[in-house]
């Protein structure tokens, strides 16, 4: 069983950072692909960045590309994004997914957490 929690979202400033993490509070030791995706108001949910078990491969969508990174901790069965120069374009609710490819699409994910709301103020 995968259970995702996400914590770390807030209201900020353009310009500001934030770090979001995701614990993986569950009882399954499965080896997953852990992703970030968001969804502003009236939008699709959107791939942000992915991260492959080991760690090792990362992915991000072009438009985040050089300003989020994605990281995970093992041993903490926890995953962070490092929000940087944030714009109030990334206003949205962010959700941790878990799966088993390194997929784009919100299908290619099999578990979800509840989602934390980031605001960015210009």
């Known amino acids: 069983q995968v259970q995702l929690v996400e914590s770390g979202g807030g209201l900020v400033q353009a310009g500001d950072s934030l770090r979001l993490s995701c614990v993986n509070s569950g009882r399954s030791s499965g080896r997953y692909v852990m992703g970030w995706f968001r969804q502003a108001p009236g939008k699709e949910r959107e791939f942000v960045a992915a991260?492959?078990?080991?760690?090792?491969?990362?992915y991000y969508a072009d438009s985040m590309k050089g300003r989020f990174t994605i990281s995970r901790d093992n041993a903490k069965n926890t995953v962070h994004l490092q929000m940087n120069s944030l714009k109030p374009e990334d206003t949205a609710i962010f959700y941790c997914?878990?799966?088993?490819?390194?997929?784009?699409?919100?299908?290619?994910?099999?578990?979800w957490g509840q989602g934390t709301q980031v605001t960015v103020s210009s």
């Open positions: 997914a878990a799966g088993t490819s390194t997929g784009r699409g919100p299908r290619d994910y099999d578990y």
């Open positions: 991260i492959n078990w080991g760690g090792y491969r990362t």
